[in-house]
């Protein structure tokens, strides 16, 4: 299902006018949840999320979407502070 979120937040940033190239990439080769784990710990903010934010979707992140009350259980509180403090700073 996360997976299948992930995939409908792209689609819904493409018609927008944003592709996310990179992360479309790393989402075809690698479990959506694990992807996820991994980009929330980087600390670093990328720049989909800024483009997103900045087309006035901040709930197309990937990061709005873990904290989704059916997503939560996948991740640990440590990787949902991050997803939280990442929007904080967007």
Do not use: C
């Not at 479990?31 to 900045?54: C, H, P, T, Y």
């Not at 991050?82 to 929007?87: D, E, K, M, Q």
Request: hydrophobic share 45%; proline share 2%; aromatic share 6%.
């Amino acid at each position: 299902m996360f997976n299948q979120r992930l995939h409908d937040s792209l689609d819904a940033s493409i018609a927008l006018g944003y592709r996310p190239s990179r992360f479309i990439e790393m989402i075809a080769s690698t479990d959506a949840v694990s992807l996820a784990k991994k980009l929330v710990r980087s600390g670093e903010i990328q720049d989909g999320m800024k483009q997103v934010k900045a087309l006035g979707h901040p709930e197309l992140t990937m990061e709005a979407i873990m904290l989704e009350a059916t997503f939560v259980s996948l991740f640990t509180e440590d990787e949902l502070a991050a997803a939280r403090w990442r929007l904080s700073q967007l």
